[in-house]
């Protein structure tokens, strides 16, 4: 059974920072590429940033230059370290793993921005 686990999520001032981490078990991850998204209250999912099996990255502009995701396939896992937090970055973040015909999602892990 293919289980994404998310973790990191929370509470943080603006300004602030953290690091989320997205845990695969029943795959080999390093077969897959990984992304990242968001899903704010009111708002569609959007993919924030990917990395292919090959660590090329890809962001979307808003978070370009504040986010960085990385993989480590030994651990099966795949992060997104997210400085210069904003209120509007509130949302439920979701990691995924992406095959060449299947795709695996997280259930989801909340991160508030907020004084």
């Known amino acids: 059974q293919v289980q994404l686990v998310e973790s990191g999520g929370g509470l943080v001032q603006p300004g602030g920072s953290l690091r989320l981490s997205c845990e695969a078990s029943?795959?080999?991850?390093?077969?897959?590429?990984w992304n990242w998204y968001r899903q704010a209250p009111g708002k569609q999912r959007e993919l924030l940033a990917r990395?292919?099996?090959?660590?090329?990255?890809e962001y979307e502009d808003a978070v370009k230059c504040r986010f960085t995701i990385s993989r480590d396939n030994a651990k099966n896992m795949a992060y997104l370290d997210m400085n210069r937090l904003q209120p509007d970055d509130t949302a439920v973040y979701y990691c995924?793993?992406?095959?060449?015909?299947?795709?695996?999602w997280g259930q989801g892990t909340q991160v508030t921005v907020s004084s």
């Open positions: 995924a793993a992406i095959g060449s015909d299947v795709a695996y």
């Open positions: 990395i292919t099996t090959d660590d090329v990255t």
């Open positions: 029943g795959i080999m991850s390093k077969f897959y590429k």
